[in-house]
């Protein structure tokens, strides 16, 4: 047996390879489209919790058609550790051959995760948007709050004002030193009160939850309003209702794990009969929005296919511009001493 390697990426090695967020829109959009296609592999993710509101979770997949890819990814999230100083979401991510099942690559998990929810949410609006959206209101200014403000405006270029909020007015001040220099076709604007968030959401064509996990809800069906698109990246954000009585339309990015959550009780009202995924409208297969008048509410709760789609990207470009660190595996055929 000859000796085997695999690359080695850590954060800093895929931020070497600057990526434009086009790109992972791009193999976001083309991986869930062959979801819908039927050309991949995905169990319901599963998970440990070492301590009440956290999660380490398992998600494997495999993409097949042109470019097949497997990989799973192993990704902790701790919402205590924004007072250690410590990212909340981190882990890994391995890449497999198909061939063989060889390990290529194991790689930084933070980034994948950031970026890869916010494309998620992105390539949602793209769709699923009113036609004139000017402003979007994002509640919670951390990881998720700035990636998603990046995103939305790649994908919604006629977008003018992002309305931005949190717990912590530190929170929102370092938000606005961040944002504004890196976009500045668009206008900050924070609120800190209930009524300055209600005008905020009143303006805005999208309202996006960024918040962390918690036991109640902050949104309500009387803060919102018809011909909206409503994204919870945490789902339990919104009251039951939001989804049941509220929404028009209900769209995820996979019925099995929306089933799975509906199971555990996250969706406290239920759900809408008709649940529509996001790989069937890209493939033209039903649409994303009816009316400008309806509201649409998307629930994605994040899938490997994603991630794999994104590795796969970072893998390709890694190999082409030879980053990362080649670290062996195995060199010996016998291994029973
Ligand atoms: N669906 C997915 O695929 C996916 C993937 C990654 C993260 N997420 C979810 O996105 C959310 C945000 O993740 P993140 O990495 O940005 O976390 P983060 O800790 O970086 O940021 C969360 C921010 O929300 C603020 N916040 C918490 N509760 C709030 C409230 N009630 N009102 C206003 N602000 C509040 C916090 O102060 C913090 O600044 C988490 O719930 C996470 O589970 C979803």
């Known amino acids: 047996m ?31 489209a062959k979801f819908s296609q039927g050309l991949c592999q995905l169990p319901v993710k599963v998970h440990v919790n070492s301590r009440p509101g956290t999660y380490v979770n398992a998600m494997p997949a495999y993409i097949g058609g042109e470019d097949e890819a497997q990989g799973m990814k192993w990704i902790a999230g701790y919402p205590a550790n924004r007072t250690k100083g410590l990212p909340v979401t981190w882990g890994l991510m391995v890449m497999n051959n198909c061939e063989t099942g060889g390990v290529e690559a194991i790689m930084d998990g933070r980034w994948i995760t950031a970026i890869r929810t916010a494309a998620v949410a992105a390539v949602t609006a793209k769709y699923c948007k009113p036609k004139n959206t000017e402003a979007i209101t994002i509640i919670g200014a951390g990881e998720q709050g700035r990636s998603n403000a990046r995103l939305m405006k790649i994908v919604i270029p006629e977008l003018k004002r992002i309305y931005i909020g949190d717990l912590y007015e530190a929170a929102i001040d370092s938000y606005l030193k961040k944002m504004r220099p890196l976009m500045p076709d668009v206008e900050f604007i924070p609120f800190y009160t209930e009524e ?40 339990t954000a919104w009251e039951g209702k939001t989804y049941t009585r509220f929404a028009d339309r209900f769209v995820c990015d996979d019925v099995n794990l929306v089933n799975a959550y509906l199971a555990d009780g996250k ?19 039903v649409k994303g929005r009816g009316s400008e008048e309806e509201f649409v509410i998307t629930s994605s709760h994040g899938i490997a296919i994603s991630d794999v789609a994104v590795g796969q990207m970072i893998l390709k470009k890694a190999e082409e511009k030879g980053i990362g660190t080649i670290l062996p595996l195995m060199e010996e055929a016998d291994i029973i001493r």
């Not at 695999?6 to 959009?29: G, K, M, T």
């Open 196 to 235: 300055e968030r209600q005008k905020a959401i009143d303006d805005s064509q999208i309202l996006i939850t960024a918040t962390q996990r918690s036991d109640k809800p902050i949104i309500f069906c009387e803060m919102l309003h018809k011909g909206m698109l409503g994204i919870p990246l945490e789902s």
């Open 267 to 285: 969706y406290t009202d239920g759900l809408p009969e008709e649940l529509l995924t996001l790989g069937d409208i890209i493939n033209g297969k």
């Open 2 to 32: 000859s000796k085997v390697t695999f690359r080695y990426l850590s954060q800093e090695d895929i931020l070497a390879l600057n990526i434009p967020y086009e790109d992972v829109l791009d193999a976001v959009e083309k991986a869930m």
